[in-house]
T-cell receptor, first 113, second 113 residues
Framework: NAGVTQTPKFQVLKTGQSMTLQCAQDMNHEYMSWYRQDPGMGLRLIHY???????DQGEVPNGYNVSRSTTEDFPLRLLSAAPSQTSVYFCASSLTAAPYEQYFGPGTRLTVT | AQSVTQLGSHVSVSEGALVLLRCNYSSSVPPYLFWYVQYPNQGLQLLLK??????LVKGINGFEAEFKKSETSFHLTKPSAHMSDAAEYFC???????????FGTGTRLKVLA
């Protein structure tokens, strides 16, 4: 099992550019989510999915888009990058709803100039 | 709604000393509680979780936490700190059947030689 994988590990974008952060899991997990981690703010939920074809907004969804066409993949799209989106992004998955724990990917460090 | 408060964004202990990282939660229904550890430039790893069985929960690497409903606390302890424990620690809360996990802002543990 590779667990939760994320690509790329690092990315630099210019303001206004768009890009997709990739996330995949091979554990047949139902639930997948995207967080951003900023200093002193912990992890904040961007979007989540409870199964293929089902997504919902988290705490900080503006400027991001997601889709889930398969159980394995949950890409995060930045529509028009802004410096405020400079952050470390983590994808996570869990088998199903609580009390199952989440498994995290290694993260993508994004800088928007 | 749930929330988590981690007291102390930075904690320093000497090698061999007791580690105590504080987490207080708020939840209107019985909570599930988690502690995660994040080593530099890595994703989060589960240390331990409370799911309403035993109130004293033992995790990996010698860590344990005690659920105290009367104090709404779930503090993380380790009797003797090791240099390899230096990392950031996150407390998280969720409730049964939900997919939303609320994370604290994290506590960075420094271990002094």
């Amino acid at each position: 099992n590779a667990g939760v994988t994320q690509t790329p590990k690092f990315q630099v974008l210019k303001t206004g550019q768009s890009m997709t952060l990739q996330c995949a899991q091979d554990m047949n997990h139902e639930y997948m989510s995207w967080y951003r981690q900023d200093p002193g703010m912990g992890l904040r939920l961007i979007h989540y999915s409870v199964g293929a074809g089902i997504t919902d907004q988290g705490e900080v969804p503006n400027g991001y888009n997601v889709s889930r066409s398969t159980t394995e993949d949950f890409p995060l799209r930045l529509l028009s990058a802004a410096p405020s989106q400079t952050s470390v992004y983590f994808c996570a998955s869990s088998l199903t709803a609580a009390p199952y724990e989440q498994y995290f990917g290694p993260g993508t460090r994004l800088t928007v100039t | 709604a749930q929330s988590v408060t981690q007291l102390g964004s930075h904690v320093s202990v000497s090698e061999g000393a007791l580690v105590l990282l504080r987490c207080n939660y708020s939840s209107s229904v019985p909570p599930y509680l988690f502690w995660y550890v994040q080593y530099p430039n890595q994703g989060l790893q589960l240390l331990l979780k409370y799911t309403s069985a035993a109130t004293l929960v033992k995790g990996i690497n010698g860590f344990e936490a005690e659920f105290k409903k009367s104090e709404t606390s779930f503090h993380l302890t380790k009797p003797s700190a090791h240099m390899s424990d230096a990392a950031e620690y996150f407390c998280a809360v969720t409730t049964s059947g939900t997919y939303k996990y609320i994370f604290g802002t994290g506590t960075r543990l420094k271990v002094l030689a």
